[in-house]
């Protein structure tokens, strides 16, 4: 079973700043890697499939990079909206695995 | 739009069963493979089992193998998860998602389960 783990477990950010996440695999997931963010009390929603590609009504702000093991979610300019808990996921391999998550909070 | 809609949770002893259940509409629900995913208080997500569109294949994570079975009905739009020989660490809300491949791309509200004596 592919591992996979984030980082930092918490990232504090300004309002209008930008955040960086981290996503590392224990083997490479070639560009089989989305990203989901989690709201308090709220399903996960879809932010990013294919490392890269934004998912439907995704605003721009939110952009993946990577491949093989390291991927990156960069938030440009954080909104309020955007505080909460983001969770990598590979789908390379079965079983599908999510990593622990990074949880965004209000500097 | 899509709408999923769980339901079939509650509290059940260790040992017991329970059968999930997934309403779906807003798609084409007999095109798509649909997931189960789970979400103890306070933790991260689980992926927990997968079934193709037209149930050919599934798969389960290790966690659940021969306890929970995934099963669908096209006919009825429903996507259900039974799970047997529950464990106090099966407490979970679980949410079903619609898959676009192995994608999640659409999450239901979720069913709450609680395994507890």
């Known amino acids: 079973e592919i591992v996979m783990t984030q980082s930092p477990a918490t990232l504090s950010v300004s309002p209008g700043e930008r955040a960086t996440l981290s996503c590392r695999a224990s083997q490479s997931v070639s560009s089989n890697l989305a990203w989901y963010q989690q709201k308090p009390g709220q399903a996960p929603r879809l932010l990013i499939y294919g490392a890269s590609t934004r998912a439907t009504g995704i605003p721009a702000r939110f952009s993946g990079s990577g491949s093989g093991t390291e991927f990156t979610l960069t938030i440009s300019s954080l909104q309020s909206e955007d505080f909460a808990v983001y969770y990598c996921q590979q789908y390379n391999n079965w079983p599908l695995v999510f990593g622990p998550g990074t949880k965004v909070d209000i500097k | ?117």
Not at chain 2, 4 to 21: D, I, T
Not at chain 2, 85 to 99: F, P, Q
Request: aromatic content about 14%; glycine content about 12%; proline content about 2%.
């Open chain 2, 1 to 117: 739009q899509v709408q999923l809609v769980e339901s079939g949770g509650g509290v059940v002893q260790p040992g017991g069963s329970l059968r999930l259940s997934c309403a779906a509409s807003g798609f084409s629900f007999s095109s798509y493979g649909m997931h189960w995913v789970r979400q103890a208080p306070g933790k991260g997500l689980e992926w927990v089992a997968f079934i193709r569109y037209d149930g050919s294949n599934k798969y389960y994570a290790d966690s659940v193998k021969g306890r929970f079975t995934i099963s669908r009905d096209n006919s009825k739009n429903t996507l259900y998860l039974q799970m047997n020989s529950l464990r106090v660490e099966d407490t979970a809300l679980y949410y079903c998602a619609k898959g676009s491949w192995e994608v999640l791309d659409y999450w239901g509200q979720g069913t709450l389960v609680t395994v507890s004596s």
